[in-house]
């Protein structure tokens, strides 16, 4: 069983920043992508950043984020974050890490994943 916790969440005025981290815990094997999605009120869940566990850092960004949100993880690939700089309002959603063993051209597809964290809520407001 895969256990993945969201922190870092809050709220922020435009252009501010956060740092959202994903801790995953338990048995993570063949589980190779970690990915960020968020989620706002009466929109699906999209996916925002992914990236690979090995040493291979493939990365990919929604293009929405892209120039703004950087993924990034730890050498174990067991602590995946997420840098959110240059805030937008429509960037307030909540946001949950997910892992996947497998996924598309992309890896941003919800349906690719298979663990996912309870979220953490990001807020962009003046």
């Known amino acids: 069983q895969v256990q993945l916790t969201e922190s870092g969440g809050g709220s922020v005025p435009p252009g501010g920043s956060l740092r959202l981290s994903c801790e995953a815990s338990?048995?993570?094997?063949?589980?190779?992508?970690i990915g960020w999605f968020r989620q706002s009120p009466g929109k699906e869940r999209e996916g925002v950043a992914s990236i690979r566990r090995s040493t291979v850092d493939t990365a990919y960004y929604a293009d929405s984020v892209k120039g703004r949100f950087t993924i990034s993880r730890d050498i174990a690939g067991k602590v995946v974050n997420l840098q959110l700089n240059d805030l937008k309002p429509e960037d307030s959603a909540i946001y949950y890490c997910a892992a996947a063993r497998s996924c598309g051209d992309i890896c941003l597809e919800p349906t690719d994943y298979d663990d996912w964290g309870q979220g953490t809520q990001v807020t962009v407001s003046s």
């Open positions: 338990g048995n993570l094997g063949g589980r190779h992508y």
